[in-house]
């Protein structure tokens, strides 16, 4: 069996192409929210089958501003499905902290005594 190779970092698919072009639309569009637009690029993009005749586009961004990432997420939600016309998912890119990536949302563990 042969391993399934992943892209080279910089090479850019069809659909990371159409989405950029997409996002540099709604920012030069929505001068409400420019501040926290101006802080989120668009680091991959991916189709994604969720049944045979369903599918999904998986958006990885990495922002510097994360509560300003959330001011803006439903209306970048729903400017890529109009635009995409699929189910759209934007994921936060994890973060490195000396070197080593950890999880922006982190699930506390009940404790119980």
């Not at 639309?25 to 680091?43: F, G, N, R, V, Y």
């Not at 049944?51 to 922002?63: G, P, R």
């Not at 209306?75 to 950890?102: C, M, S």
Request: proline content about 2%; aromatic content about 6%.
């Amino acid at each position: 069996m042969s391993k399934k190779e992943a892209p080279k970092k910089g090479n850019i698919n069809e659909i990371q192409k159409n989405v950029a072009n997409e996002f540099e639309k709604i920012k030069d569009t929505e001068k409400d929210h420019k501040a926290e637009l101006d802080t989120i690029k668009i680091e991959h993009a991916n189709e994604v089958s969720m049944n045979e005749d369903q599918k999904c586009y998986l958006i990885q961004i990495s922002t510097q501003n994360l509560a300003g990432f959330k001011k803006v997420h439903s209306l970048l939600t729903k400017k890529f499905e109009e635009h995409l016309a699929n189910t759209v998912i934007l994921i936060p890119k994890r973060k490195r902290v000396n070197g080593k990536e950890y999880r922006t949302f982190v699930s506390k563990k009940s404790t119980k005594r």
